[in-house]
Each structure stands twice: as C-alpha cells, then as structure tokens.
C-alpha cells in the first residue's frame, strides 16, 4: 500500500531542505504524523513566527527581528570598523572569535558567473551606502578563499578604494565540501593568512 | 609496494570477489569480455579514483546493483586497507578505517601505471590527453598538484562564463584573472620542470623497445611564454572575439617528435604504439626512482601485439619490478600470452566474473 498522499507531501517538502536527503525525510514525515497533536502544532507556529518575525537587518544585512539590528545599534562597537562576510551566518563565527568588536556587513553572496552571481546582485550598493554615511575608516573583508571569494573580494578592494580607508583581508572559512566527491581536492591547503592589505 | 588483497562487490561484471595475489608477475588469462580488464580497472581507481577507461563512477556499477565496493590490502613499507564505496546516493572512501577527508593524504596509497590501447591517444589524440598525462605524472608526485589544477579548472570555467556576459565587467575579469594568472603560472612552473626528467627515460625505453634507430624527443611547449598576466592583457582583442581565454596551461602542448619529426605526422603505426609504450615506460621508472619501488604496472591487452623484439624491451622494467618485490597484472587472452617472460608466473582463469588459480 502506498503512503497517503498527505505523508508524501510533507516528505517532498522536507527534502527540499539542506541536508536532508529522501530517506530522512520520509523518517521525519513518518515520525510527525504519529506524534502528539499539540506538539506538532508547536512546531508549526514556531517555524511560522520564526519566518514572520525575521528579516533581514537594513543596514548590515544580518538576520534579525529589529532593525537596525543589535549590533548596528550598539554604542559599545567600534563603528569605524567593518567586517565585510558572505552570509548572516558568518557574522556568528567571527563574533564568537572574541576579539572582533567592530561591525558588520553581509554581501549575501559571492560574484560567481558559474552560478550566475553578478555584483549587482550582492549589497555592494548598500555598503558603498554606508561607507558614506558611517564614520568608517577601515574594512576587512572576511570571505572565503576559494576561487570566488578571492576573486570578490579584490573587486570589492577596488570598487570601494576611496581616501582614508584602509581595506584588509583576512581568510575565513574553508572552501565547502562536505559531501566526498571522488577525485575533487577537498581542501586547499592555504593556511589560514593573517590580515593582509589589499592593493 | 603490492597489492596483496582484492575484494569487489557489484563492480563491473564481479557481483563478489576476494582474491589474494603475491607479488610477482600475475597472468590474467581468458575469452573476451570475461573480466580480464575490469580486475585492471579495479586497482587503477582505488590508486588514481578514476577509470582508465575515462567513464564516470556510475558505469562502473554491476548493472542492477545500487552501488560498487572496491576495496585492497596494499603492502608497502606499511599496509594499508583501503575500501570505496559509490553510489548515487553516497559515496565513501576510507584508509585504514578513517574515512579520508584529503585527497592529498590519499594519493600515493597505491601506485600504478597502466599500459593500455588508449594509450595510443597520446600520439594520435588531441593535446589534452598529453597534459593529463603530465597532470597524473604530477599528481602523483608533486603534493598539492591536483588541487592546483582544480583551482586552475574552476577559475578558467568562471572566467570564460564572464568573457561570454553581454556586458563585461572589467574590474571582476581582473579578479578572476588575478587568480588564473597565480594558479596557471604554478602549474606552467611545475610542468616545466618535470618534462625534462621524464624525456631521457622515454628516449631509452624508445630505443630498448622499437626496431628503429630513430630518436624519441619530447619538448613542453607551454602557452605562456615568460610572463602570463602580460601575455593574458595581450590576448584580450582575441578573447573579445572569441569570448574564452585563449592563453594559458590549458592551452599547452606536449609535443612528441622522432628525428625531429612530428610522431603523430609521420611516425607509422608500429612507431606510434611504441612511443606510446615508451611514455608509459618513462613514468613507470620515474615513480620508480622517485619512491625506491616500482608502481604496480597494469598491462592490458599490449602484449600481445607487440613482437618479440619490442617485448624484450620491456624486460628490464619487469625485472626492476620484480627485484623490488612490486607487481605486474597482465591481461591476455590465451594464444597470445608472451611465453618468452621466463619470470615466476602467477596465472589466473577469469571467466565469467570470477577467478580461479
Ligand atoms: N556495469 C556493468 N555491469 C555488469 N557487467 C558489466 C558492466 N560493465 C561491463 N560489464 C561486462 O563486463 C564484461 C567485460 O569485461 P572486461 O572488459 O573486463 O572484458 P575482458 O575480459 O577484458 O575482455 P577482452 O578480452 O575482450 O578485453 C562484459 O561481459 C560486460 O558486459
Ligand atoms: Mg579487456
Ligand atoms: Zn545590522
């Protein structure tokens, strides 16, 4: 007998997730039909209000639910100084290091002509936005150091070269590669670079 | 080094096999279509992760299987138990039980060199069977080769999807050919260098095994002549109208020439298999020298077409292998199997996928 065509929506729809394949899927979609009503019903509204509350912040980019978001409010950084990352979620593993206390700002990608990543389609605008209104006097940009990420971000050192920044780089986070594909070099080994002026 | 475990499963036309070879020199004798060259295949993916025979992973699946296993106990200084698994699915590769995160800590568990009838192609194929050549040649000997390479790969394509945008933006080109021009010239560097190291030792393995007093000579013509970011803002008019990058290690050409005269123009046929058996030579005593034990050499199918003369060439190599306790896999089906290799013979029935002693 065929799984009800409800379960089998539920799975098609979960595995439109990352990391989850058919098979946890179908795992996962059995699992919340034959669990408590009110608990599933939980979830349900937390992952809707989660969807309702954020957004993303309009100064930096980051993932919030007030915005300007908490960082860019906060008298306590140092607001001439500006990590440039790829995703939200790289503000996190540069904020956990400790010893960052300046502030942000999220490109939402990588120039990428394979993929079809313009520069028009990055918050390069935005941050040029900032770079006149804020006081800042220094960026550093924290992208990756595969092909794409090199590449952006010497269009970024030569797009925003202006009087009196200083922009820096510094190497963050490894190519990705988490699956094995055959015959695919999964890391390069470029040892993490220190911070390095861009020309 | 030997290979002194073989166990398959859904591989090719092996639905299961495990089998131990000794080193030495081991027939692989039977009909057509047998198995005889899936064995060979077999070993060469576990050393390279590919197939000789330029096909994806998904052929090489027993049909109706869902995935192959191909696993070996390699005897070296150490050992070393390596097992694959491919499946659309998933896909595993481990090395003494830890799954291997780096290729480069992978390569060189196994080392070997195939003699096959493609190998024609390096004469009379296009360049870029020549630079895989010298690329595997660097792959397994110089670390961090592969990666360079695949970083040159990804860049080029990146670039080349640019160079066919409508309207071009200057200043991102310049990030990727910043990046093209640091990863080429390594590579250009690299490939320069080892040329001259393998040429001599393809010009005597020439002599050994052809019949001809000619002389073999190999020349790395590299694209970039000095300086490739000069040599790549010269050939900017041209991208524009060829809308790819027209300079570069992907371009470069590894040309093979006997008395001074194109091999692939004007060598015979019979010139051209034993060049072809010469470059193959050379690699297999490079490694050889390199590592102080000869790579396991996979022969398919070469024998048998050679004569006697050409064949005796190919002794001393066996004989290296053989004094440094390597191993040789021969496939050939039974009339021609070459009686004159008075060495120690392990022979091996394969019918039908399987192996009997
Ligand atoms: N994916 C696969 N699944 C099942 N069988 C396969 C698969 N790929 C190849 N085969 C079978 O393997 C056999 C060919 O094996 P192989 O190429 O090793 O032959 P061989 O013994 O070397 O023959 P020859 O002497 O003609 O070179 C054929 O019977 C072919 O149908
Ligand atoms: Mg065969
Ligand atoms: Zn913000």
């Known amino acids: 007998m065929p799984l009800p065509s409800s379960i089998a929506a539920l799975t098609a729809a979960l595995s439109k997730l990352p990391g989850i394949g058919p098979r946890s899927a179908e795992r996962i979609a059995l699992h919340l039909v034959q669990s408590e009503s009110g608990a599933v019903s939980q979830l349900a509204d937390a992952i809707v209000a989660a969807r309702v509350k954020v957004h993303l912040c309009t100064t930096c980019g980051a993932l919030t639910e007030i915005s300007p978001c908490e960082i860019c409010a906060s008298p306590r950084r140092d607001a001439s100084l500006v990590c440039v990352v790829e995703r939200p979620v790289d503000i996190l593993s540069v904020d956990k290091g400790g010893t960052f206390h300046g502030k942000f700002h999220v490109l939402g990608g990588k120039i990428s002509p394979l993929d079809g990543v313009e520069p028009e389609d990055l918050r390069i605008a935005e941050l040029e936005a900032r770079l006149q209104a804020e006081p800042i006097q220094e960026l550093i940009i924290a992208l990756g150091t595969d092909v794409e990420g090199d590449a952006t971000s010497y269009y970024l050192a030569k797009r925003l070269a202006r009087a009196g920044l200083k922009i820096t780089r510094i190497a963050h986070g490894l190519p990705a590669g988490t699956g094995l594909e055959f015959a695919d070099e999964l890391t390069l080994s470029r040892a993490l670079e220190g911070r390095r002026e861009l020309s | ?357």
């Not at chain 2, 058996?277 to 390199?290: N, P, S, V, W």
Request: aromatic letters at 8%.
């Open chain 2, 1 to 357: 080094m030997h290979l002194a475990h073989l166990r398959l499963r859904d591989f090719r036309n092996y639905a299961r096999l495990d089998v131990d070879f000794a080193p030495g020199f081991h027939l692989l004798l039977g009909d057509n279509a047998q198995g005889k060259t899936n064995i060979l295949e077999a070993v060469y993916l576990m050393a390279t992760l590919r197939s000789f025979r330029g096909v994806g992973s998904a052929q090489m699946i027993r049909q109706g299987a869902k995935g192959y296993f191909v696993g070996g106990k390699v005897v070296g200084q150490g050992e070393a138990e390596i097992k694959m698994y491919w499946s659309v699915a998933e896909r595993n590769l481990s090395l003494n039980g830890r799954t291997v995160k780096k290729l480069a800590e992978y390569l060189g568990t196994l080392r070997t060199v195939v003699f096959c009838t493609e190998d024609l192609q390096l004469i009379k194929g296009t360049g870029r069977v020549r630079r895989r050549f010298l690329d595997l040649l660097l792959s397994q000997t110089q670390p961090g080769y592969l990666g360079l390479l695949q970083r040159y790969a990804h860049t080029l394509r990146s670039r080349n999807a640019l160079l066919k945008q409508r309207s071009l933006d200057e200043v991102a080109l310049e990030g990727f050919s910043r990046e093209l021009v640091a990863v080429g010239t390594e590579i250009t560097r690299q490939r320069r260098e080892i040329v001259p190291r393998i040429s001599p030792l393809a010009r005597l393995a020439y002599r050994r095994i052809s019949n001809d007093a000619e002389e073999l000579r190999i020349e790395y013509l590299p694209s970039v002549k000095k300086d490739f970011a000069v040599e790549l803002a010269q050939s900017r008019a041209r991208e524009r109208s060829q809308r790819m990058t027209v300079v570069g290690p992907h371009r470069d050409e590894l040309q093979l020439e006997l008395n001074v005269r194109s091999a692939a123009q004007f060598g015979s046929e019979g010139q051209k298999r034993s060049v072809a058996i010469a470059l193959k030579m050379a690699q297999a005593e490079y490694l050889t020298g390199l590592h102080g034990s000869a790579p396991l050499l996979l022969i398919d199918d070469v024998m048998g077409e050679l004569d006697v003369k050409r064949r005796s060439g190919f002794l001393p190599l066996l004989e290296q292998v053989h004094r440094s306790r390597g191993q040789v896999f021969m496939t050939c089906t039974e009339e021609n199997w070459p009686r004159e290799l008075g060495l120690e013979l392990h022979r091996w029935r394969v019918h039908a996928g399987a192996l009997k002693a």
